[in-house]
């Protein structure tokens, strides 16, 4: 299958938002593809693990601000994820077959593992355990 964000952004025409919030989502997923995500993830457990045993502490103070702007982030995938509604239904490009099978395709690489929706679930995922 090509690359989803290549596809995703073809399709903007038919999101709410159109190219402006595609290339944005886009370039997140580029840059926090699957192993990116999976790296942070680890990370992350990593983090916790070590401030269970003991290996650092932080005070409610200090740690306040961070929960804030990562609660903002699930809230802003929140959003995100209401605009990508678009990519439920396959886009209308026509009654033949041609645009029958490219519509299929691009709503299976807007939707599929490697899609800018599978890296916000990643996200979400990494931003909650943070």
Do not use: C, W
Request: aromatic letters at 4%; hydrophobic letters at 45%; a negative charge.
């Amino acid at each position: 299958m090509s690359d989803p964000t290549n596809v995703a952004s073809g399709a903007a025409a038919f999101a709410p938002g159109g190219g402006a919030m595609m290339g944005a989502l886009s370039a997140m997923n580029k840059s926090m593809g699957t192993e990116a995500m999976a790296k942070m993830g680890r990370s992350a457990d990593a983090l916790i693990s070590s401030a269970k045993s003991g290996g650092f502490r932080v005070t409610k103070e200090a740690a306040d601000p961070i929960i804030e702007v990562l609660n903002n982030y699930i809230d802003e995938i929140s959003i995100m994820r209401t605009e990508l509604q678009a990519f439920d239904k396959m886009p209308p490009l026509g009654n033949h077959d041609y645009g029958r099978r490219v519509a299929q395709h691009m709503h299976a690489a807007a939707n599929d593992d490697q899609s800018v929706r599978a890296s916000l679930d990643a996200l979400e995922i990494v931003l909650q355990q943070s």
